[in-house]
T-cell receptor, first 112, second 118 residues
Framework: GQQVMQIPQYQHVQEGEDFTTYCNSS?????IQWYKQRPGGHPVFLIQ?????EVKKQKRLTFQFGEAKKNSSLHITATQTTDVGTYFC????????????FGEGTQLTVNP | GAVVSQHPSWVICKSGTSVKIECRSL??????MFWYRQFPKQSLMLMAT?????????EQGVEKDKFLINHASLTLSTLTVTSAHPEDSSFYIC??????????????FGNGTRLTVT
């Protein structure tokens, strides 16, 4: 079945440093979604990318969808303590009715 | 934005009892809702897809008689953990999509229910 892998599993940064998490799927995705889960909280939708090679920005966050639609990345510029949490990528396969498969997540901690 | 409400937020129960968790979409109709389970520091595991007016679709390895799902209306789905045991202790989260094409659309998650079975 479809597998979605994320690296790294954990990332510790100093406030102000940049952060990147990478997402790779074993199959081609119809779209890629990113979610953020704060400690003790629930996942919150951040963004959806649909087109091959698409790049979207949300303030300090930059999201990319690979040309082959099998990988994606999330880059945070100049991290802040409010960025702390676990970032999940998720994507359905291109087959009709494919379920959303979540990656294992990257847990980000930011030291002030 | 869309709001999904989940209740209760946490519950402690004795082994052998049943627990019901409610998931409501507050400002939109959800023909499909999804139930996830999450262990500490792990990803979200899809348990089942709840379909309004029909039987839920369970993922492989999830016992349908153990985790009863009822989608009584377009705004309410319930998950009942029957005869709970300590190994059922986990974080259960429901989600719903505004779109009828739920499999491709972004999900709105409830706050989750932390179940502890003693």
């Amino acid at each position: 079945g479809q597998q979605v892998m994320q690296i790294p599993q954990y990332q510790h940064v100093q406030e102000g440093e940049d952060f990147t998490t990478y997402c790779n799927s074993s199959t081609t995705l119809s779209n890629i979604q990113w979610y953020k889960q704060r400690p003790g909280g629930h996942p919150v939708f951040l963004i959806q990318l649909v087109k091959s090679g698409e790049v979207k920005k949300q303030k300090r966050l930059t999201f990319q969808f690979g040309e082959a639609k099998k990988n994606s990345s999330l880059h945070i510029t100049a991290t802040q303590t409010t960025d702390v949490g676990t970032y999940f990528c998720a994507g359905p396969g291109e087959t009709s009715g494919s379920r959303l498969t979540f990656g294992e997540g990257t847990q980000l901690t930011v030291n002030p | 934005g869309a709001v999904v409400s989940q209740h209760p937020s946490w519950v402690i129960c004795k082994s052998g009892t049943s627990v019901k968790i409610e998931c409501r979409s507050l400002d939109f109709q959800a023909t499909t809702m999804f139930w996830y389970r999450q262990f500490p520091k792990q990803s979200l595991m899809l348990m089942a897809t709840s379909n309004e007016g029909s039987k839920a679709t369970y993922e492989q390895g999830v016992e349908k008689d153990k985790f009863l799902i009822n989608h009584a209306s377009l705004t309410l789905s319930t998950l009942t953990v029957t005869s709970a045991h300590p190994e059922d202790s986990s974080f259960y989260i429901c989600s719903a999509s505004r779109s009828s094409s739920s499999y491709n659309s972004p999900l709105h998650f409830g706050n989750g229910t932390r179940l502890t079975v003693t």
